[in-house]
């Protein structure tokens, strides 16, 4: 049995072969928001265009090489938290049941990320969210990502000539995450320290890596670069950071579920997205307040 | 005598030293030299280098025997020994963990000078487990805040050999708080193999392995103390449990990881010296081997050969000569993995050169399974 199958049922099953075009779904809202809880902050990621890498490991003629990059089109805004889910934030999903205490640090101490969380927590925290606000929450997916994270999202490719030499890319891959790590405090710190991007997102790719709905894809492609052939393995999910991060997906600690000769995260936490309501939300809502 | 006559040119102080030094009476002597002849032998002054590196030596030995002087200052310093910043009141030789490596031949004469700062606020000493007699020379070079001692010993038994501090009443913690190092002491003629042909490497790293004990708060989070007496009670506790919170190379998570990681090239020979002065260890190279290796350090005894993983006693250093045949990232650990994945004991080497498909190649990289 593959991690893939043990996840159907947590996992908000976003395919990673939709790549092309990103659509709203726009989910009908849940129960109505009890009073007195503040949704959290998000920021509007206006429509546009990414020239996005491929997340996973792609291989051409069974050589690794890297992925290919494409034209990803963001038809509508979407709503993205603007900072990464607090610590109290995250307490509150605990204190409520719904969701497991987290492994990092409790105490907050200036308004921390919730870190030392898992895939697993991330979605119950989404799930929880959504719940408590009447509002629909989930991961972003690693293409949403990496297009909230603009001018700080790394593109991973190591620009290696094909080469008999496996080493080479281990090598340059080490050598890029350690340059990365090098002088990197992995101590988390409080929301804001690390700065809005241009899209108004804050501390992105700062020591915190966040996880996405994505799966670990492996792919072979064609001499033209094409995707010919695909396996998902959604045992592993891709993490947003300073470097493209995959996750097994109940790994809490990045440096325990890293492998032996690798960088790994500093920590793992959790940035939403919430979908805009549709036109059905949007008139159940009208109803609901003209009823009351 | 010559403990006798040592005592009086002012090597050994104190009543209680002259006792020790009459029980080394009892063992079988060695040549001895007389101390004139000492005193025409040349000196060298040689700089330590701190770890994972080792200072300029010759393999094989130019000339005659030598006295070699080091000299080493004790530092007392808050040292930040994970990621986490997870601080500990270390205790050290120059400031590093491991203390640097002393590289001599044999029939040399090691002279230590031991320096202990005013600012510090524990007495130490040096136990060097090449040495005879003295405890390894430690009832010799005990001193306070504000004190220094010399301490000349001769390299009679060839080998990599563990120092560390050992003062009265607390040598585990002194040990576990980062006083412990290592000697080399090649043969004249250099290293050789169980043939007697000679074996030469073109690198050593270094490697002092470290188990700490750092005690937590009621949240589970590590304390941070204010001094070293304030750590003593607490700390001792936790050892006392013999579970160590950290194992860790060179005095850090990650000390030799990441853009401190060790660098090679195929084809090169590297020496690995692994000390660990308290606590049994495995050094294994993932993806490599060690082609000769002297586990017990002692190089008297012909080297085991193809070895995978070899055993470094508590107490003692071993030494492994490995030629790398294959360029990448190798992962040098304690092979229980649990100590070099989670409390730290894990270093890297990054090996370039060129790949070897006769060694290893991936015939089938990894895809769909083909269904009939
Ligand atoms: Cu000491």
Redesign the pocket.
Known sequence: MKFGSLLVTSAIAVPAIALAVISQTGWPAAAPPPSGFASPRTVTITPGTLAYRMPGEFLKSERPVDAPKEDVRFRRPFEIMAYQVSISDYGQCVADGACEAAEGASDNKGALPATGVSFRDATAYASWLSGRTGETWRLPTDEEWAFAAAERFTDDTLGIEETNNPAARWLARYRSEAEAAKGRDPEPKPHGHFGANSKGVYDLAGNVWEWTSTCYRRASVNHQGDVESSTDNCGVRVTGGQHRGYMSFFIRDGKSGGCAAGMAPDNLGIRLVKERPSLFAALKAFWRSAAG | MLTRREALLGTATGAAAAALLGSVLATPALAQAKVADIAGLPRVKVDLVAPPFAHAHDQVAKGGPKIIEYRMT?KEQPMVIDGEGTTLRA?TYEGSMPGPLMIVHEGDYVELTLVNPETNE????IDFHAATGALGGGALTHVNPGEQAVLRWKATRTGTFVYH???TG?IPW??V?G?SGAVMVLPRDGLKDEAGKPLKYDRIFYVGEHDLYVPRDENGKYKKYESLGDSYDETLKVMRGLIPTHVVFNGKVGALTGDNALKAKVGETVLFVHAQANRDTRPHLIGGHGDHVWEEGKFINPPAKDLETWFIRGGSAGAALYTFLQPGVYAYVNHNLIEAAELGATAHVMVEGEWNDDLMKQVQAPGPIPTN
Not at chain 2, 122 to 125: L, V
């Open positions: 004790i205790m524990m007495p130490h000493n501090c050992a003062p607390m002194h040990v708080s006083m």
